[in-house]
């Protein structure tokens, strides 16, 4: 499956962005998908993820209650809204899927990636 993820851009602090992650080549709803982050100098870290169905949902503590991933199947189409943005937050932004696999939050159970997106929050 081909990944592009797309929505990244420049925020103040306190604002919002929605990323999006269109996927093509398989079957969508076989995946489970996740959203990951990488800061420069830091290591990939797991936001947010998704079962195939969109019945579970999955967030690392330090975005729950401000970020929200969803998922379209009929569009092929992973979301994180992201609300309350913090400098913190600034990364580039990652999509990536996981066939048959459990939305896991470390970064070797997926199988394939998008190429990421920037995102930027001024304070």
């Known amino acids: 499956v081909q990944l592009q993820a797309y929505g990244g851009g420049l925020v103040q602090a306190g604002g919002s962005l929605r990323l999006s992650c269109a996927a093509s080549?398989?079957?969508?709803?076989?995946?489970?998908m996740g959203w990951f982050r990488q800061a420069p100098g830091k290591e990939r870290e797991f936001v947010a993820g998704i079962s195939w169905s969109g019945g579970s949902t999955y967030y690392t503590d330090s975005v729950k209650g401000r970020f929200t991933i969803s998922r379209d199947n009929a569009k092929n189409t992973v979301y994180l809204q992201m609300y309350s943005l913090k400098p913190e937050d600034t990364a580039v932004y990652y999509c990536?899927?996981?066939?048959?696999?459990?939305?896991?939050?470390?970064?070797?159970?997926?199988?394939?990636w998008g190429q990421g997106t920037q995102v930027t929050v001024s304070s």
């Open positions: 990536a899927a996981d066939r048959w696999g459990s939305a896991a939050n470390t970064p070797g159970s997926y199988e394939y």
């Open positions: 080549g398989r079957t969508f709803s076989d995946y489970a």
